[in-house]
């Protein structure tokens, strides 16, 4: 099962479709069998995800999130974490961004409140990403459990947080007031109106250039390449110098910071409040991402663009077939991190055969 | 009387390598069988097809006159055949007792088989004088006791082919010398030895007849006594070895590294390191010769910064090493890589390099914060540059800098390490068995350079469990076992025999 | 304020909420020491839970919905194993993959049979009852030794015994046992069990399944003795802490137990602190004391509370070395 008798276009194109097709596959055979045509359901979906220039809209926004959650995994996943904390960072990040505009966004004025909202929403997804990293540095406790850990004491927290202390007086929602028309990103329908009503706004472009940004530092920086050098070879990138504990919690926090970005597009962009629980599973939406896309700025944007389809595409789905809710993409979810991220190499042999035969 | 084993023209190929080619040659019964060959040379994967581990892609193998089809390992046990592996089989946290008996329980309860197996396993120790208490935990066991229980485990499971993959590299000559005792008792008792090593003195000393392979084929299968080790290193190596390689006159210069009272004890209180003395100046190679596990490699972790000693006094230059007060070795190696010293690592895939990076990204690896632009960007055009170079100066083969690194070959790799550290001009070089899983061609060129930098004033130090290799580069050696020095000599007292007693941990001084 | 508070019957819940933990704490035992990481207790609790009841319900037999809940929690167990073993994944990406798959699934199907928003109905009789031990009515009037007999020792499911009876029973197979004795060693140095002539994927293999037959009754448990229905999610991260008990026993049985019976004591706890005004501080709001087992299982796996080793091969596919 040695990857490396293929060519690299095998191992980046080829293995990661045919896995994702797999998942597919398997999904498609869970709809047939909840009484319902995988083809019908396709259609509905790409109408709805991706023909539909509203609904597009609705795409390319879901997207925009997962685009920085898939960041905050691929980048943990450089230096070989596996951070399924992204969640819990997250709704920490929507707590900073919060706390900056509830208390200045009756004063500042919007081109200074946005950015340091940002700021907030990334100094406190770093700050929730940075014990576990310190745990994992210094005493070895296993980042993967202590995350998923974090994720559940943020739920608590951010209950009590949101619920005791936000709820504005003789509030009814669960979710704090809303904020200030100064901190309501521009949406990008007022440049493409033809996307008509949809919240895709400026974290879209903000994504993008996050996703270059990435691409330069990894793999054209110093910085980066200490990363991928400890993410290969501890022990090497030990003989070389590079400080294991310190590239483990900067880049747990650089994670922990892209994650809480990601609060930024559904907060500042969408329903300009906090509400309760309102990642919904962005976070693990990453681990997909970052594992489909295998860590790569190309294959982290394909791969966001294809889920926020899904969830897209979904919620249509589930309002017209009500054995279809919104839950089975969680499954599919599940399946392509399943396939995608512990079977890369089902089809690496049959491949690799189909090669060799084809040079004869 | 037939054969205990016969090979007939066995061949396996595993990719692109044909580990053996045409393989044929027969082991008497009751006999001590030497089979003898560099790295590469096909003997470790002969005896994996013997033990079940691989299948052969042709040929035909007969144990006993009768041809066999060895599946797997539990069929080769089955036939008689046990295996002393040269990494030991044994599950440390697990008494010998339960070592022995797995696989051979005898019934879901272990209970009624324990004591039976205990007292089984006293006669026999008994028998063949092999002192090892059965109820012992393997890791409280030092190594020589622990190669003892890998024996017994196959005498107990009625072994009568015993194979032996280089059983004597982790010990030292007094337990070299109690293991042969005890394979000639087994010779003694009928059964059959068979002896994998790359030590021609082991083979004189013990076999009766000794097979040389060579580029998995075999270039000949003699009876001892009607050859030489000159002829049969001849054999292994194919030509006449080059000893002597032009050196510059013995003319050292200032002091360059110190070491004084090294001691370091790990974390269950062994003491690995010591009082280690000594010191290194420029343009001197000092060599640390000594059986593998005396405290060689550490001694090369903590002097390249990647450990840190528990007590002692190391200086560069008159200077303090600068690793007092601190709690673990984390991003040590970088301060250490500042002040002038280089390291070639002894576990070359481990340390050494990343094998997932191509060559040009390992062209630089302990020195990429000197190469950043602006931002911190790397600069690639020059790294690109500076790596051509340094394949071409080398000659890497095939020298692409974009080529995965663990394509290359051993000896390809070593001499991208070893260009790399030479290129970031030291004033001191640790070198850790550097010709280890090298061909024999690279040798001859690693070692000319090595040579070339110390007459170009570098301090050295080799460490090398080759001592051919100490002989051709040292000009002081110290010999290093159980930890502390043992002796020192100069290149010209260099005694075969007086090291190796040094090694068995004889002191001179 | 104390007055509130009583710690027996946080003795008798501690006693009934350890056994999710413990059936699934035993199940990783056996993955681990083979040398397998299971993070998918969580996954498979979670569909044997769903299973149980769904078969419970419209059978009306909570034992065949047990039965139910093991075949499909070994099932798997088994998928698991052929990802992590015949296909040496990543075995920390499959069981986070499974957990987030079985999510969906279970409220899926859930919401596809019963129509009740990713529920099962309310099981009503199909539920294993507290068992009465004899003599109970004798004793109950005795101080002390009438509640330690009739609620602490007496009074629980059948489930609940059997997950402490299971304790002696794990540690004599894990050590006086061939079965045992291989998973150990296949766990610690498989080359060495290889070298040994035993088939270290096929030991794999059968530790997988017996830890899907055990997680399978932390699931039923959940969701036929405790609550009475099936609830999208009610594995509530106690297959992690399963996993955090494991780290704290060291992987041995009778410690490991001990750790589940801590986080149980914790789960109890938090019940009775709810509600009671403490001076100076008020009434703690119930968000924060759900935090308390998930902050004690970051305490214990900070290597605060214990130093623990595992099994030396886990999370390694087995490839033959030659």
């Known amino acids: ?360 | 009387m037939q054969p205990a084993v016969e090979f007939q023209q066995i061949s396996k190929r595993f990719g692109a390598v044909q580990a053996n080619r045409d393989v044929s040659f027969s082991i008497a019964p009751g006999s001590i069988h030497g089979v003898i060959g560099e790295n590469g040379a096909g003997k470790s994967t002969l005896m994996s097809i013997l033990y079940g581990y691989y299948r052969a892609d042709s040929g035909k193998l007969l144990i006993n006159g009768a041809e066999q089809h060895i599946r797997n390992s539990q069929e080769a046990i089955n036939l008689g055949i046990g295996m002393v592996h040269q990494h030991f089989m044994l599950v440390e946290n697990m008494t010998v007792l339960d070592n022995v008996m797995l696989g051979t329980e005898g019934g879901f309860r272990l209970k009624p088989k324990r004591h039976e197996v205990e007292a089984k396993l006293r006669e026999i120790c008994q028998r063949y004088s092999l002192e090892v208490d059965p109820l012992a935990t393997i890791q409280d066991l030092s190594v020589g006791v622990q190669q003892r229980v890998e024996i017994l485990k196959q005498i107990y499971r009625s072994a009568n082919i015993l194979i032996l993959d280089e059983p004597t590299a982790v010990l030292t000559v007094q337990e070299t010398a109690s293991l042969f005792e005890v394979l000639r008792l087994f010779k003694e008792q009928g059964k059959t030895i068979i002896l994998i090593t790359h030590k021609l003195q082991e083979i004189q000393e013990i076999t009766d007849q000794v097979t040389v392979m060579r580029g998995g084929t075999v270039i000949g299968s003699v009876a001892t006594k009607d050859t030489t080790t000159a002829q049969m290193a001849e054999m292994m190596v194919g030509r006449p070895i080059v000893t002597q390689l032009p050196r510059a006159a013995y003319a050292p210069g200032d002091t360059v590294l110190e070491v004084k009272d090294l001691n370091l004890v790990n974390s269950q209180k062994v003491s690995l390191l010591k009082n280690v003395s000594f010191n290194i100046r420029a343009g001197e190679i000092v060599a640390i010769a000594g059986v593998s596990g005396n405290g060689q490699s550490e001694l090369l972790e903590i002097l390249s910064g990647m450990r840190l000693p528990t007590s002692g006094k190391l200086q560069m230059q008159g200077k303090d090493l600068p690793f007092a007060g601190r709690k673990d070795a984390d991003g040590l190696p970088a301060t250490f890589r500042d002040l002038g010293i280089a390291h070639v690592p002894e576990d070359r895939l481990r340390d050494a390099v990343v094998k997932n990076f191509p060559v040009m990204m390992n062209s630089f690896l302990g020195y990429q914060k000197k190469l950043g632009k602006s931002f911190g960007l790397l600069d690639y055009k020059s790294i690109l540059k500076n790596c051509t170079d340094l394949l071409a100066k080398f000659d890497v083969r095939p020298a692409d800098p974009h080529l995965r690194i663990a394509l290359l070959s051993g000896g390809n790799q070593q001499k991208v390490v070893m260009a790399r550290e030479i290129a970031a001009n030291p004033k001191l070089m640790l070198v850790g068995q550097p010709t280890r899983g090298v061909d024999i061609g690279t040798i001859e060129s690693l070692h000319t350079r090595l040579l070339a930098m110390r007459d170009a004033g570098i301090a050295i130090l080799l460490v090398s469990v080759e001592l051919e290799e100490v002989r051709a580069l040292a000009d002081r050696i110290l010999v290093m076992s159980s930890g502390a020095i043992t002796g020192e000599l100069k290149a010209e007292e260099f005694d075969a025999t007086e090291i190796g007693c040094l090694m068995g941990g004889i002191h001179t001084h | 304020m104390f007055d509130d508070f009583q710690f027996s019957s946080i003795l008798v819940s501690t006693i009934r909420n350890a056994p999710v933990l413990m059936f699934a704490a035993m199940a990783g035992l056996f993955a681990e020491r083979s040398g397998v990481v299971d993070l998918a207790l969580e996954g498979k609790m979670l569909a044997a839970a769903f299973v149980s009841a769904a078969v419970a319900f419209v059978t009306k037999n909570p034992w065949l919905g047990i039965m139910a809940g093991v075949g499909i929690s070994a099932a798997i167990a088994l998928l698991q194993g052929f990802v992590s073993i015949t296909q040496k994944g990543n075995q920390l990406v499959a069981g986070i993959a499974l957990n987030i798959a079985l999510s969906g699934l279970t409220f899926v199907v859930a919401q596809y049979f019963f129509q009740q928003g990713g529920r099962t109905p309310d099981l009503g009789e199909a539920r294993l009852f507290d068992i009465v031990l004899p003599g109970s009515a004798a004793v109950a009037n005795i101080p002390f030794i009438g509640w330690f007999y009739t609620r602490l020792i007496g009074g629980h499911s059948v489930l609940v015994y059997l997950a402490f009876a299971l304790i002696p029973v794990v540690h004599w197979v894990l050590y006086h046992t061939r079965f045992g004795l291989r998973l150990r060693a296949v766990g610690e140095n498989p080359h060495a069990a290889d070298a040994a002539g035993i088939n270290v994927e096929r030991t794999r293999f059968m530790a997988m399944l017996c830890a899907g037959v055990l997680c399978s009754f932390s699931g039923a448990y959940l969701s036929i003795v405790q609550s009475g229905f099936f609830l999208r999610d009610m594995s509530a991260g106690n297959g992690y802490l399963a996993l955090t008990a494991l780290v704290f026993g060291n992987w041995r049985p009778l410690h490991t137990a001990l750790g589940c019976l801590m986080f149980g004591f914790f789960a109890a706890l938090q019940v009775q602190i709810e509600g009671v005004v403490f001076p100076g501080i008020g009434k703690v709001p119930g968000s924060l004391i759900q935090m308390i087992p998930y902050v004690v299982t970051v305490i214990v796996l900070a290597g605060l509370m214990a130093k623990s080793v595992a099994p030396k091969a886990i999370g390694q596919p087995f490839v033959k070395s030659r």
């Open chain 1, 1 to 360: 099962m040695n990857q490396a008798d293929l060519p690299r276009w095998a191992t980046a194109f080829a293995l990661p479709l045919l896995n994702l097709f797999s998942a597919l596959l398997v999904a498609a055979g869970v709809i047939y069998l909840l009484g319902e045509s995988p083809i019908e359901c396709l259609g509905i979906l790409i109408n709805a995800a991706v023909l539909n220039p509203e609904g597009l809209g609705y795409t390319l926004f879901y997207a925009a999130t997962f685009i920085f959650t898939g960041l905050s995994v691929s980048v943990a996943m450089q230096a070989g974490l596996f951070n399924i904390g992204s969640e819990g960072q997250m709704y920490l990040g929507g707590l900073g961004l919060t706390l900056v505009l509830l208390w200045l966004d009756s004063s500042v004025p919007g081109w200074l409140l946005i950015p340091l909202a940002m700021l907030g929403s990334a100094v406190f997804g770093a700050a929730w990403a940075y014990l576990p990293g310190y745990l994992q540095a210094k005493r070895g406790s296993h980042v993967v459990v202590t995350t998923i850990m974090f994720n559940f004491i943020a739920a608590c927290l951010m209950n009590f947080v949101i619920i005791s202390i936000l709820v504005p007086m003789g509030g009814q929602n669960t979710s704090s007031r809303m904020f200030a028309d100064a901190s309501w990103l521009p949406k990008l329908n007022s440049i493409l109106p033809v996307l008509g009503e949809t919240p895709l706004n400026i974290s879209f472009v903000l994504a993008l250039v996050a996703l270059v940004i990435y691409g330069v530092v990894v793999w054209r920086t110093t910085w980066g390449y200490q990363l991928r050098a400890t993410g290969l070879n501890q022990h090497a990138a030990h003989y070389a110098g590079i400080s294991i504990s310190k590239t483990i919690i900067i880049t747990m926090m650089v994670s922990g910071a892209l994650a809480g970005l990601a609060a930024v597009n559904s907060i500042m962009g969408s329903t300009h409040y906090l509400p309760l629980n309102f990642p919904a599973g962005a976070g693990f939406i990453g681990i997909a991402i970052a594992l489909m896309g295998r860590q790569h700025p190309v294959g982290i944007l394909l791969s966001s663009i294809l889920f926020g389809a899904l969830i897209q595409g979904g919620f249509d789905l589930s309002l017209e077939k009500a054995n279809i809710p919104p839950e089975t993409f969680i499954f599919i979810q599940g399946l392509i991190i399943l396939f995608c991220g512990a079977m890369e190499n089902l089809y690496a042999p049959a491949l690799s055969a189909l090669l060799k035969r084809k040079e004869k």
